[in-house]
């Protein structure tokens, strides 16, 4: 399942594979992108990609 929204230069994208969630968030154009994994069953997160 993904999920895209966006509000005003805010954005984000979210993907469940398994137990995990991808979340790709921005928060405008002159700002890095970055990809978060976050666990359902434990709640950790840990940041895959800052670009």
Avoid at 20 to 38: E, F, P
Wanted: charged share 25%; hydrophobic share 40%; no cysteine.
């Amino acid at each position: 399942m993904s999920r895209t929204a966006a509000a005003g230069d805010a954005a984000s994208s979210t993907t469940v594979i398994g137990d995990d969630v991808y979340v790709l968030a921005t928060r405008g154009k002159s700002v890095a992108n970055k990809i978060y994994k976050i666990n359902l069953k434990t709640n950790k997160s840990d940041k895959i990609v800052s670009f």
